[in-house]
């Protein structure tokens, strides 16, 4: 079975992204495939461990995976249909229900304290549709925590960014600018440019200060920052890697930038012998069930993130 096949011989959550991003096969192809995952695989199997009140796993953030941040994230990574029925109805319930009890008890949408935190809710407010006035809490603390180097950082007494922190906000605020772009002009008010054009600015920012550092380089020395960038997990939690950081820079449609080359070097030196990349070791925290295969097994999440990262390299500089 050559590494296509494989990789559709899977969930619909993977087979749709294969449709899309590595096959060219009509987008009407790709988008049935979609449709999906809404009712089976993974993603009909997490919207239905969703409990009454809109909780998964009886906690809103914790060491624990099972909760709805980060079954949120893996939703939104899946590609999933925010405008399905099911979708629709679990972010309502969400919207309406879940709090942070441990501060304040916020609603959900308008996010913590933590700058990693609130890149991932800002990353789900704008893909499933519940942008509001918590999300210009979020935005409004995004802006105000940028440092002076671009970056973020979650440990507020440090003056220097962390990659993890930074891409989690990168992420955030992608998605606000790829919901805000489908909303009508002439709905737009001068205050929401303003704001667009400063979460623009801020993300560029925050851009170039992974892109100066070829993604996973000390600006003093050249070394890598931590070996664990080089361990490519899925998913991938508030953790950095370079496979993250790559496929986020795809995902945002600009032309490879040639300081990504050391990175895109180091993601071929991991593709196995048979064209496949292998799974890293997972992050900590109990799961409902695994996403991807056992570490150092054959991986698809993994397989289909490098070769559409290669892809994306290839056309835009090969």
Partial sequence: MDVTDWLLDSDPAIRWQVLRDLTDEPPEAAEAERARVTTEGWGAAL???????????????????????????????FGIDP???????????????VVWHYWDDLPYFSGEVEPCINGGVLASAAYFGALGEGSDRIIARLLSEQLEDGGWNCETESSKASFDTTLCVLEGLAEYERAASQVNTSEETDADRVVLTAVT???????????????????????????????????????????RALDYFRSTGQVADPRVEDAIDKLVGQRQDDGRWLAGQPWPGEVFFALDAPEDEPSRWNTLRALRVLRWWDGELG
């Fill in 47 to 77: 919207l239905a461990l969703q409990d009454e009140k809109g909780y998964w796993g009886g906690d809103e953030y914790g060491e624990d995976r099972k909760s709805v941040h980060w079954t949120l994230q893996s939703l939104r990574r």
């Fill in 83 to 97: 405008d399905a029925a099911s979708v629709a109805s679990a972010v309502k319930l969400v919207h309406d229900n």
């Fill in 201 to 243: 600015t801020a993300r560029h920012r925050g851009e170039e200060y992974l892109l100066e550092h070829n993604l996973f380089r000390r600006l003093s020395t050249g070394e890598v920052v931590l070996p664990r960038y080089g361990n490519l997990s899925f998913p991938p939690y508030w953790f950095y890697d370079i496979l």
